[in-house]
C-alpha cells in the first residue's frame, strides 16, 4: 500500500526511542507531525483529472514498491511509468535482469536511455512486453508522454536526478493541450 516505506520506518523509529529510554507515546506524537519528504510520491501537478508525480526511484525494489502503492490507491486507472535510469547501479546495469518485474503494474512504461548509460534498455524493454517503449531523445518521451495521457491517468515519473525537468514540462505540455 501507499506509505509502507513510511510505516516501517516509523515503527522502526518509535523501537529505537523505546529502546534509547523515549517513552512510546512521546515518539508517537513526534511521528505523528511527520510531513512526508520530498521526491516520493511527490504530487507535481494535476491537469484534467491526470496527476503527475516524482518519485526518486533508484532501485528495483523501490521501484516495485512505489507502482505497487500507487496501484494499491488508483486501482484500474492507467498508470503510465516513465523512467530515467540514473543511479549509478543502474547506469552500470546491474539490475538489469530485475528491474522489467519491477515496471510490471504499469500499464505503459517509458524507458530514457540518456546517452551516458552504459548498457541498452531495450532487452528490459523486450521483457516488459509491448507496453513498454525505449526513447533515445528526451524531447521524443516528454511529447510521447504528454500525448499518452488521459484523464484519469497517474504519470509516475521516476529518477534520483532532476531527469532534465520533466515533471514540469509534463506538466505544462498538459496544459496546454487541454488550455
Not at 491526470?50 to 526518486?56: E, K, L, N, P
Not at 525494489?61 to 496501484?71: E, F, N, S, W
Not at 516513465?82 to 552500470?92: A, D, H, I, Q
Not at 539490475?95 to 505503459?108: F, G, I, V, Y
Request: hydrophobic share 40%; proline share 3%.
Amino acid at each position: 500500500c501507499t506509505g509502507r516505506h513510511n510505516m516501517f520506518n516509523g515503527v522502526a523509529a518509535i523501537a529505537a526511542c523505546q529502546h534509547a529510554g523515549v517513552d512510546a507515546r512521546a515518539a508517537i506524537a513526534y511521528l505523528a507531525q511527520f510531513k512526508n519528504v520530498k521526491r516520493r510520491m511527490e504530487v507535481k501537478g494535476v491537469v484534467n483529472d491526470i496527476t503527475v508525480y516524482d518519485d526518486f526511484a533508484h532501485h528495483p525494489t523501490a521501484i516495485a514498491t512505489t507502482i505497487q502503492g500507487l496501484r494499491g490507491r488508483v486501482k484500474d486507472k492507467r498508470i503510465i511509468a516513465v523512467l530515467e535510469p540514473r543511479s549509478n547501479t543502474m547506469k552500470m546495469g546491474i539490475h538489469a535482469e530485475t528491474l522489467p518485474k519491477s515496471l510490471q503494474q504499469a500499464d505503459t512504461v517509458y524507458l530514457y536511455q540518456p546517452d551516458n548509460l552504459g548498457w541498452d534498455l531495450s532487452a528490459v524493454a523486450s521483457a516488459i512486453g509491448p507496453q513498454a517503449i525505449v526513447f533515445n531523445d528526451f524531447d521524443a518521451l516528454l511529447q510521447a508522454t504528454v500525448d499518452k495521457a488521459e484523464q484519469g491517468d497517474h504519470i509516475l515519473i521516476m529518477s534520483n536526478g532532476g531527469f532534465g525537468g520533466i515533471h514540469d514540462q509534463v506538466v505544462s505540455g498538459l496544459k496546454q493541450r487541454y488550455a
